[in-house]
């Protein structure tokens, strides 16, 4: 019997132009939150089946493992090809402590939280970085600035 071939449809997201499969894949389970983390070269070629079957669109967080998310979605992405692929992830909780999330806002925040991503998925660019928590203490216009 023959494989089915699925064709995702895509979607326009947002204002400026960025096209991704209207099915996404949240990565945050292959590190462990809700289960236990499966090993690198299982999430990589989980990845890579879901891009294979039309998906192109992947989300992590930094808080995600925390960390080995993005760097488990970083080595995906080296196997793909990065221009067809619509990378999110998102920034916001600073650390967990014994109070639960902390949540920090700040643009200097924010700025490091950046960079650390593009450092840990080893790319140059994400598509679209959106905020994971709201930090009431900081002006909303001032965590966009």
């Known amino acids: 019997m023959a494989e089915q071939i699925v064709q995702i449809p895509r979607v326009k997201l947002g204002t400026q132009g960025l096209e991704v499969s209207k099915l996404g894949f949240g990565c945050m389970g292959l590190t462990g939150s809700y289960n236990d983390p499966v090993p690198d070269d299982v999430g990589i070629s989980i990845i890579k089946h879901a891009f294979d079957k039309g998906v192109t669109f992947f989300d992590t967080s930094d808080i995600y493992g925390p960390k080995t998310n993005e760097i488990l979605v970083g080595k995906a992405l080296k196997q793909l090809p990065r221009e067809k692929v619509q990378l999110a992830t998102k920034f916001g909780a600073e650390r967990v402590d014994s109070s639960g999330v902390v949540i920090n806002g700040t643009p200097e925040f924010v700025r490091a939280s950046l960079e650390a991503s593009l ?26 600035s």
């Not at 679209?128 to 909303?140: A, E, F, G, K, M």
């Open 119 to 144: 450092k840990r998925l080893d790319v140059e660019y994400i598509d679209l970085y959106y905020q994971h928590r709201v930090d009431t203490s900081t002006p909303i216009e001032d965590t966009v």
